[in-house]
């Protein structure tokens, strides 16, 4: 496999370890936390990070929209685990990019999701619900890997 794309499937495995971190163990009434009455909720945050996971695989296949409809939390996250595998898929099986290079996956809609997720780990903080300290270097992040304990 060609070295950026498997530098784009650890990326995705890293948003799937994560995500799983931020997303699990948290009670219902953080999914509507938000930082200020002007920011998005968790919720809308994660719908987003859906949006954009859809953006990313828009280069890969045709989408007839990226701006996926707010579900619930339960919707949003089995659209996400749906989204991780389907991208990651993708990007394996070698299928050419539409319009767009590796590297600008990354530093659009890939790194978005990353800011994105940081987001909610900084919610969890400001809300009371942390998230345990990590090492993440050390973390058992390989590409292809997106089901996580938890998940």
Not at 106 to 134: C, F, K, N, S
């Amino acid at each position: 496999m060609d070295e950026k794309r498997a530098m784009l499937r650890h990326t995705l495995a890293t948003i799937a370890y994560r995500s799983s971190r931020y997303l699990n163990g948290v009670p219902p009434e953080f999914h509507g936390f938000r930082a200020c009455e002007s920011s998005r909720t968790v919720l809308e945050i994660l719908n987003h990070i859906n949006g954009l996971l859809m953006y990313a695989h828009s280069h890969l296949a045709p989408y007839d929209s990226t701006h996926p409809p707010l579900g619930t939390w339960q919707k949003e996250l089995d659209r996400f685990r749906e989204m991780l595998p389907k991208l990651d898929a993708s990007l394996a099986s070698g299928q050419p990019l539409l319009g767009i290079t590796e590297e600008r996956l990354l530093q659009g809609p890939l790194a978005d999701v990353l800011t994105h997720i940081g987001q909610i780990g900084m919610l969890r903080q400001m809300a009371g619900y942390p998230a345990e300290d990590e090492n993440y270097i050390q973390s058992p992040i390989t590409a292809g890997n997106l089901v996580l304990p938890g998940w």
